[in-house]
């Protein structure tokens, strides 16, 4: 073979070769494309000759325990455009504008962009609006039904509901933000469908198009533990605090102390869920309007917290109901003296009498004689320091200090209620341990789930999909103490400072509190307290728990027994009522219930005043500002039972009179601004110093109980400012405390 030939089958070898690995590239790109690409160049081609529009779901209503609808979602329609199929933008926007309230220029621009392939010209309007549309018969224009939330009973629990985002992600629905609606959000909100159509490369509908729809699954209803009628009854008491008090905050929570159930849950502020405060500038302050402060604020709980202590105390057998305790008035711990509210002391006291007092010296004795290891044991126990796990986002844990720097100090105030701080959620569900059998119980909100379905007769039923029952979480007390508790709390009740929560015909038992507040420096700020009380009923067998906590209440006295008691007090009768608790009057009761008118007092001067509401079997407390009663509460001829305090307003007598002091003559003073001294025998150091104060005088308190002289005496003429010496005595059978001020104080 010549040389020529063989260098010509030489090409063609290599020609082969180039193409047969050409051909093996082409393959194996080919290959490639169709096993790796495929199903997204696939998607990609459907996108080209298809459009979809988002089907919405409905979102899933929330009813209260008995079916009563919070929430639930109406339809709107949306209207939307296809630019490439609006022959003539300009003639469809000057049609459109005038019925959607559009700028039709604006408009027009929109309809012209012909880059988008689909834009939205108004988003929930009503059908009425969009059959105007529809009327116009403007190809190119779609219309999609979109849901809307609507909260029927306005602000009614509206920090436990929350809101949701008015226009969410396409495809999503609405989306919640706050509230249940943000923490089942995923269970609410369903799956969106979609309408398929097929259209050419400019985006135009097929003329023998073929819609696929993709029905929406809607979202699944939800059903509280809230009865709406008993946060109706909260709600409308804590509005009466609002108006009477203007608080800067409130606080109720009413639960079924047995099994964790959250019957209503209130603050105030509050909002209305259907219109949210977006338009608030500053995020961090719509933040603090919307949360749920009954679970994300902590806050000092003052002497409700001394019922924890009591229970472990009574648990761990450091006292018993035959315990003794003797109170001077302060305890010193770590060469610190902290007193007791009040002045002098309550003298020698049983268990259940500290208790009643609220002395704040027996419960630094009780914290002491458990010691740091077992006080912070039930801390723990008790669920303090540590979220509930309640169906709340951001559930706040509380704030205790680390036992490795706990001093006895420390100890000591946590055991009345200071240096520690809790929610309001922390604090009743502990307390209901306390009274439940000894039995720690997970709050919640929520106890079913449903899905609706359509049944053989096209009707809309609901199909049960999960029931979240009562969840123990450990035993703290045993029973036999829990029994004991709830006779000590009864008697606070019916003998001690929460006389203000008797309900006739039930047994009540209670627990005040006012709890000092603390600054940035942790110093205390004068005049700013909160005001709390935790009551329940039947106390032999609860059946509702209720905590009331008003912060900074604008009034002088801002004693819990005053200013939450007579509210959780309606909170309780008007519950127990509806919940067909029906009420026994025994003897015992029967005694205790008898009833009286609350007498007419104002345009009286204070001692006067002070004298017909004794006599007609009532307590009282006055404001420190005035002479001359101007306003009381409870108001001229309500009906109460005995012993009931009475809150006086007073002001400066107008005219500077000066009227006739029981049983003293009507005389002209000596010299002009001279004060004739009242009469305080027989009046509690509380009492006397209320009258005194209300005249332009001071006390000098000598003793402690009742008062059995005084110095100047009743009638004398004296100067403004002058110093009253009055002498106190205990009585034999020792001392019953009329109030639970528990501002406590420390020494310098």
């Given amino acids: 073979m010549t040389a020529a030939g063989v260098t010509n089958r030489?090409?063609?070898?290599?020609?082969?070769?180039?193409?047969?690995?050409?051909?093996?590239?082409?393959?194996?790109?080919?290959?490639?494309?169709?096993?790796?690409?495929?199903?997204?160049?696939?998607?990609?081609?459907?996108?080209?000759?298809?459009?979809?529009?988002?089907?919405?779901?409905r979102r899933g209503s929330i009813k209260d325990r008995n079916g009563k609808i919070l929430a639930q979602s109406a339809t709107s329609e949306s209207i939307a455009a296809r630019p490439s199929q609006i022959a003539d933008p300009?003639?469809?926007?000057?049609?459109?504008?005038?019925?959607?309230?559009?700028?039709?220029?604006?408009?027009?621009?929109?309809?012209?962009?012909?880059?988008?392939?689909?834009?939205?010209?108004?988003?929930?309007?009503d059908r009425k609006t969009a059959n105007e549309i529809r009327?116009?018969?403007?190809?190119?224009?779609?219309?999609?039904?979109?849901?809307?939330?609507?909260?029927?009973?306005?602000?009614?629990?509206?920090?436990?509901?929350?809101?949701?985002?008015?226009?969410?992600?396409?495809?999503?629905?609405?989306?919640?933000?706050?509230?249940?609606?943000?923490?089942?959000?995923?269970?609410?909100?369903?799956?969106?469908?979609?309408?398929?159509?097929?259209?050419?490369?400019?985006?135009?509908e097929m003329p023998y198009n073929v819609d696929r729809y993709i029905p929406p699954v809607n979202g699944?209803?939800?059903?509280?533990?809230?009865?709406?009628?008993?946060?109706?009854?909260?709600?409308?008491?804590?509005?009466?605090?609002?108006a009477k008090y203007n608080p800067k905050k409130v606080y109720a929570i009413v639960m079924e102390p047995n099994t964790?159930?959250?019957?209503?849950?209130?603050?105030?502020?509050?909002?209305?869920?259907?219109?949210?405060?977006?338009?608030?500038?500053?995020?961090?302050?719509m933040q603090q309007l919307v949360k749920n402060f009954t679970c994300k604020d902590n806050i000092d709980p003052g002497s409700t917290f001394k019922v924890i202590t009591a229970a472990a105390a009574l648990e761990e057998k450091a006292a018993?109901?035959?315990?003794?305790?003797?109170?001077?008035?302060?305890?010193?711990?770590?060469?610190?003296?902290?007193?007791?509210?009040?002045?002098?002391?309550?003298?020698?006291?049983?268990?259940?009498?500290?208790?009643?007092?609220?002395?704040?010296?027996?419960?630094?004795?009780?914290?002491?004689?458990?010691?740091?290891?077992?006080?912070?044991?039930?801390?723990?126990?008790?669920?303090?320091?540590q979220a509930t796990g309640i169906d709340v986002v951001g559930e706040e844990k509380g704030i205790i200090m680390s036992k490795e720097t706990a001093k006895n100090v420390d100890l000591a105030r946590m055991g009345f209620g200071q240096a520690i701080s809790v929610t309001p959620l922390q604090l009743i569900t502990a307390a209901s341990a306390v009274i439940n059998g000894g039995n720690l119980m997970k709050p919640y909100l929520v106890k079913e789930l449903r899905e609706p379905v359509i049944d053989e007769n096209g009707q809309e039923t609901e199909r049960l999909v999960k029931t979240i029952s009562?969840?123990?979480?450990?035993?703290?007390?045993?029973?036999?103490?829990?029994?004991?508790?709830?006779?000590?709390?009864?008697?606070?009740?019916?003998?001690?400072?929460?006389?203000?929560?008797?309900?006739?015909?039930?047994?009540?038992?209670?627990?005040?509190?006012?709890?000092?507040k603390y600054g940035p420096e942790g110093r205390i700020i004068p005049n700013k307290n909160i005001s709390s009380f935790l009551g329940f009923a039947p106390a032999d067998n609860p059946r509702v728990i209720v905590l009331l906590m008003v912060d900074e209440p604008q009034t002088p006295v801002t004693f819990g027994s005053v200013i939450a008691a007579p509210y959780v007090k309606q909170i309780l009768e008007d519950t127990l009522k509806y919940l067909n608790v029906e009420p026994v009057f025994d003897q015992e009761t029967r005694e205790k219930m008898q009833e009286v008118d609350v007498p007419d007092v104002i345009g009286m001067e204070l001692a006067e005043a002070a004298k017909v509401l004794k006599k007609a079997g009532l307590d009282y407390l006055a404001e420190e500002t005035g002479t001359v009663v101007v306003d009381q509460m409870p108001k001229p001829?309500?009906?109460?039972?005995?012993?009931?305090?009475?809150?006086?307003?007073?002001?400066?007598?107008?005219?500077?009179?000066?009227?006739?002091?029981?049983?003293?003559?009507?005389?002209?003073?000596?010299?002009?601004?001279?004060?004739?001294?009242?009469?305080?025998?027989?009046?509690?150091?509380?009492?006397?110093?209320?009258?005194?104060?209300?005249?332009?005088?001071?006390?000098?308190?000598?003793?402690?109980?009742?008062?059995?002289?005084?110095?100047?005496?009743?009638?004398?003429?004296?100067?403004?400012?002058?110093?009253?010496?009055?002498?106190?005595?205990?009585?034999?059978?020792?001392?019953?405390?009329?109030?639970?001020?528990?501002?406590?104080?420390?020494?310098?």
């Avoid at 964790?260 to 302050?285: H, K, S």
């Fill in 320 to 385: 018993g109901l035959t315990s003794s305790f003797n109170c001077p008035g302060y305890k010193m711990v770590d060469g610190q003296k902290i007193s007791c509210w009040r002045a002098g002391g309550h003298g020698h006291e049983s268990f259940a009498e500290a208790v009643q007092n609220s002395c704040n010296p027996v419960f630094m004795e009780l914290a002491l004689r458990l010691g740091k290891d077992k006080f912070y044991t039930y801390l723990n126990e008790f669920g303090f320091g």
């Fill in 470 to 516: 009562p969840q123990r979480v450990r035993q703290v007390i045993s029973s036999e103490t829990s029994a004991i508790m709830r006779e000590v709390l009864e008697s606070v009740v019916t003998d001690g400072s929460g006389k203000n929560a008797f309900i006739p015909g039930y047994r009540v038992g209670g627990k005040t509190g006012t709890a000092q």
């Fill in 135 to 204: 009327a116009l018969n403007i190809k190119g224009i779609d219309f999609t039904e979109e849901p809307k939330r609507y909260y029927p009973n306005g602000s009614l629990a509206s920090h436990v509901l929350g809101f949701t985002m008015k226009y969410a992600e396409p495809g999503e629905g609405l989306k919640g933000q706050e509230g249940l609606e943000l923490y089942y959000d995923k269970y609410l909100k369903g799956f969106a469908g979609k309408l398929i159509m097929e259209t050419d490369v400019a985006g135009r």
């Fill in 260 to 285: 964790g159930e959250v019957l209503a849950m209130a603050n105030w502020p509050n909002y209305d869920p259907n219109q949210p405060p977006r338009d608030i500038g500053d995020f961090d302050e």
């Fill in 637 to 748: 001829g309500a009906s109460v039972i005995t012993n009931t305090t009475v809150l006086l307003y007073t002001d400066k007598d107008p005219d500077g009179e000066y009227s006739e002091t029981p049983g003293q003559e009507s005389d002209e003073p000596p010299v002009a601004g001279m004060i004739i001294v009242p009469d305080v025998v027989g009046k509690s150091i509380r009492e006397a110093n209320n009258i005194l104060i209300s005249q332009g005088l001071r006390l000098k308190i000598e003793g402690s109980g009742i008062a059995v002289s005084q110095e100047p005496a009743a009638g004398t003429w004296v100067e403004e400012n002058t110093e009253i010496t009055v002498k106190f005595k205990l009585p034999g059978e020792g001392v019953q405390n009329n109030e639970d001020n528990e501002n406590q104080s420390e020494a310098e």
């Fill in 10 to 57: 030489k090409r063609l070898l290599v020609l082969l070769l180039i193409f047969t690995l050409i051909f093996f590239g082409l393959i194996i790109r080919v290959g490639y494309i169709q096993l790796v690409w495929g199903v997204d160049l696939q998607k990609k081609a459907v996108d080209q000759w298809t459009r979809d529009l988002d089907v919405y779901p």
């Fill in 90 to 125: 300009a003639k469809a926007a000057s049609m459109i504008a005038p019925i959607l309230d559009l700028d039709e220029q604006e408009l027009k621009k929109k309809l012209s962009n012909t880059s988008s392939s689909y834009i939205w010209i108004k988003r929930q309007v």
């Fill in 220 to 242: 699944l209803n939800i059903v509280l533990t809230i009865d709406q009628v008993i946060q109706y009854f909260t709600e409308r008491e804590v509005n009466n605090v609002v």
